[in-house]
């Protein structure tokens, strides 16, 4: 017993903002940007929409993929960084937007390797009798912490120049600013008889290392959770150490896949796809090369959608679904580090 993927979906909003578009709000350009992560293009939530709009379009697609009716679903998983509220989580939105009446609906934040504990998850709900046909969704919305406000100069809506005040603080994050993008990701995931669904998985958590990646402000550790001051001082925007987080990635990921590989007596041959989270071109190719997979095996969309967090893999596992190269019977390997910070791997039988 076990899970199968029955159907997949994804979604992105607006129109696609490219690099050279960047440049309209800070010092930076398409060959800055592309050698440093690969990265092209990404997309952004116009105001107004959320994590959860995101989601529920791509929900949508993957239930008409899976070809089942809605009401089949027993369950809901979500994973973002970026939720609509402070709370209730957006796994209840999402629900509600698409009629799931009294589905139980459940957030987790693992944020870029939300993904690996989501499968860890459903496959305990569905061992366990709680679930037999479960939505998974992974959606974010990272224009709310993007460094600048002359969005109609970045979407070509104004030829005006930004002041030199709002390009310095743009600038000061902009390593940051440049690698994340909007968009969902879903599946329909099914219990099955046949050999399908987890056959493995390492995940662990470091939360000694969980400032290298943070947003300082809207915590509950201050008395109001929301201080005035916290916009001037760039509270909203996250913290980033670029430069140890590729690190924590380059070692931690490829050991950890070797060890799993080793404790199921299997060698890099024997697995069809590496399906990485999309966080950087670059780290992938360390990984890559680290670990001794072939190019064509490592399949990546980071240059068009950035790094969209807990919906790269579900986004990634779309495409290639739809493009007919994922197929039933397939081990597969999935790969992640997020926040928290937390990182693993896990193989799934498709």
Same mark, same amino acid.
């Given at each position: 017993?076990?899970?199968?993927?029955?159907?997949?979906?994804?979604?992105?909003?607006?129109? $696609?903002?490219?690099? +050279?578009?960047?440049?309209?709000?800070?010092?930076?350009?398409?060959?800055?940007?592309?050698?440093?992560?690969?990265?092209?293009?990404?997309?952004?939530?116009?105001?107004?929409?959320?994590?959860?709009?995101?989601?529920?379009?791509?929900?949508?697609?993957?239930?008409?993929?899976?070809?089942?009716?809605?009401?089949?679903?027993?369950?809901?998983? /979500?994973?973002?960084?970026? $939720?609509?509220?402070?709370?209730?989580?957006?796994?209840?939105?999402?629900?509600?937007?698409?009629?799931?009446?009294? *589905? $139980?609906?459940?957030?987790?934040?693992?944020?870029?390797?939300?993904?690996?504990?989501?499968?860890?998850?459903?496959?305990?709900?569905?061992?366990?009798?709680?679930?037999?046909?479960?939505?998974?969704?992974?959606?974010?919305?990272?224009?709310?912490?993007? $460094?600048?406000?002359?969005?109609?100069?970045?979407?070509?809506?104004?030829?005006?120049?930004?002041?030199?005040?709002?390009?310095?603080?743009?600038?000061?994050?902009?390593?940051?600013?440049?690698?994340?993008? +909007?968009?969902?990701?879903?599946?329909? *995931?099914?219990?099955?008889?046949?050999?399908?669904?987890?056959?493995?998985?390492?995940?662990?958590?470091?939360?000694?290392?969980?400032?290298?990646?943070?947003?300082?402000?809207?915590?509950?550790?201050?008395?109001?959770?929301?201080?005035?001051?916290?916009?001037?001082?760039?509270?909203?925007?996250?913290?980033?150490?670029?430069?140890?987080?590729?690190?924590?990635?380059?070692?931690?990921?490829?050991?950890?896949?070797?060890?799993?590989?080793?404790?199921?007596?299997?060698? *890099?041959?024997?697995? +069809?796809?590496?399906?990485?989270?999309?966080?950087?071109?670059?780290?992938?190719?360390?990984?890559?090369?680290?670990?001794? *997979?072939?190019?064509?095996?490592?399949?990546?969309?980071?240059?068009?959608?950035?790094?969209?967090?807990?919906?790269? /893999?579900?986004?990634?596992?779309?495409?290639?679904?739809?493009?007919?190269? /994922?197929?039933?019977?397939?081990?597969?390997?999935?790969?992640?580090?997020?926040?928290?910070?937390?990182?693993?791997?896990?193989?799934?039988?498709?």
């Amino acid at each position: 017993m076990g899970f199968e993927i029955i159907g997949t979906g994804h979604y992105v909003p607006g129109k $696609p903002i490219k690099n +050279d578009d960047l440049a309209r709000v800070m010092d930076t350009s398409d060959e800055w940007i592309a050698k440093r992560s690969g990265i092209r293009q990404r997309h952004f939530c116009p105001e107004g929409q959320g994590a959860s709009d995101l989601g529920t379009e791509a929900a949508k697609k993957a239930i008409e993929a899976a070809g089942i009716d809605k009401s089949e679903i027993d369950y809901v998983v /979500l994973c973002t960084m970026t $939720p609509d509220y402070i709370f209730p989580g957006s796994a209840a939105l999402v629900a509600g937007n698409l009629g799931l009446d009294k *589905v $139980p609906a459940l957030d987790i934040r693992q944020q870029c390797a939300a993904m690996l504990f989501g499968f860890q998850i459903m496959d305990g709900l569905i061992a366990s009798g709680a679930a037999k046909t479960i939505l998974f969704v992974g959606a974010e919305a990272h224009a709310g912490f993007m $460094p600048w406000m002359d969005w109609d100069v970045l979407e070509g809506k104004s030829d005006r120049q930004v002041t030199p005040e709002a390009r310095e603080k743009a600038n000061r994050h902009r390593a940051l600013a440049i690698l994340f993008g +909007d968009g969902a990701g879903a599946m329909i *995931v099914r219990k099955t008889d046949r050999d399908a669904g987890l056959r493995g998985v390492k995940l662990f958590t470091d939360g000694d290392a969980a400032k290298l990646l943070y947003v300082p402000g809207g915590g509950f550790r201050t008395r109001p959770y929301w201080k005035e001051s916290y916009f001037d001082e760039e509270m909203y925007i996250p913290r980033m150490d670029g430069a140890e987080l590729f690190r924590f990635a380059v070692t931690k990921l490829p050991k950890t896949a070797r060890e799993l590989l080793a404790e199921k007596e299997l060698k *890099v041959a024997d697995i +069809d796809w590496f399906l990485a989270h999309q966080a950087n071109q670059r780290i992938n190719e360390f990984i890559r090369d680290k670990l001794g *997979v072939p190019e064509e095996k490592m399949p990546m969309n980071i240059d068009r959608f950035g790094n969209t967090s807990a919906a790269t /893999l579900p986004i990634l596992i779309d495409e290639l679904t739809r493009a007919g190269k /994922l197929k039933k019977g397939e081990l597969n390997m999935l790969l992640a580090l997020g926040a928290g910070i937390h990182w693993g791997c896990a193989l799934v039988r498709w």
